[in-house]
T-cell receptor
Framework: IAGITQAPTSQILAAGRRMTLRCTQD?????MYWYRQDLGLGLRLIHY???????GKGEVPDGYSVSRANTDDFPLTLASAVPSQTSVYFC?????????????FGPGTRLTVL | GQNIDQPTEMTATEGAIVQINCTYQ??????LFWYQQHAGEAPTFLSY????GLEEKGRFSSFLSRSKGYSYLLLKELQMKDSASYLC??????????FGAGTTVTVRA
């Protein structure tokens, strides 16, 4: 693995189903983030984690949950998917939270909820 | 929270200069980022400004005025590969990046 990866690349999901989007980084970054990107709205922060074992809510957390059991992995779970959660989801990481620490983005997961 | 405004679209000719403006209203402002995003790809980092002034990095420069809540990204000697969306993002406190909707730049031959 080099950098940050996400799986799956794309998914079509029936409403009401549970779904976990996976994110893994091998850069030993402390901070990780989940964003969704919708046309005309830009990237919006869903949840974040400043270090392993801690998580926090971003701008649009409702309907999503995260966990950070170790440094490398930061899965995003939709407990019961709804059509409004159709979006492109990006995971990102940075060495530390804040300051000049640039965020590195994964390739994204395109999710369609029908 | 933050309110980030930037133009939706800009068009320029190969070899020209384009300036993308960004205004922000924020509490706990801790710096401003610019990212580039090609269609269907992930955003990639271009620049970070926390102090007033101009930061130059090759063909790209970024400017910040904290007192005016204003930044711009300057792209010089435009190339076809510069056709992309450019995202302005304000850092609030230590962790929260708030992104604008992005400016789609189209470079024409």
């Amino acid at each position: 693995i080099a950098g940050i990866t996400q799986a799956p690349t794309s998914q079509i999901l029936a409403a009401g189903r549970r779904m976990t989007l996976r994110c893994t980084q091998d850069m030993r970054h402390n901070a990780m983030y989940w964003y969704r990107q919708d046309l005309g709205l830009g990237l919006r922060l869903i949840h974040y984690s400043n270090t392993a074992g801690t998580t926090g809510k971003g701008e649009v957390p409702d309907g999503y949950s995260v966990s950070r059991a170790n440094t490398d992995d930061f899965p995003l779970t939709l407990a019961s998917a709804v059509p409004s959660q159709t979006s492109v989801y990006f995971c990102a990481s940075s060495l530390l939270a804040g300051g000049s620490n640039e965020q590195f983005f994964g390739p994204g997961t395109r999710l369609t909820v029908l | 929270g933050q309110n980030i405004d930037q133009p939706t679209e800009m068009t320029a000719t190969e070899g020209a200069i384009v300036q993308i403006n960004c205004t922000y209203q924020t509490s706990g402002f801790n710096g401003l980022f610019w990212y580039q995003q090609h269609a269907g790809e992930a955003p990639t980092f271009l620049s970070y400004n926390v102090l007033d002034g101009l930061e130059e990095k090759g063909r790209f420069s970024s400017f910040l005025s904290r007192s005016k809540g204003y930044s711009y990204l300057l792209l010089k000697e435009l190339q076809m590969k510069d056709s992309a969306s450019y995202l302005c993002a304000g850092l609030e406190d230590d962790y929260k990046l708030s992104f604008g909707a992005g400016t789609t730049v189209t470079v024409r031959a």
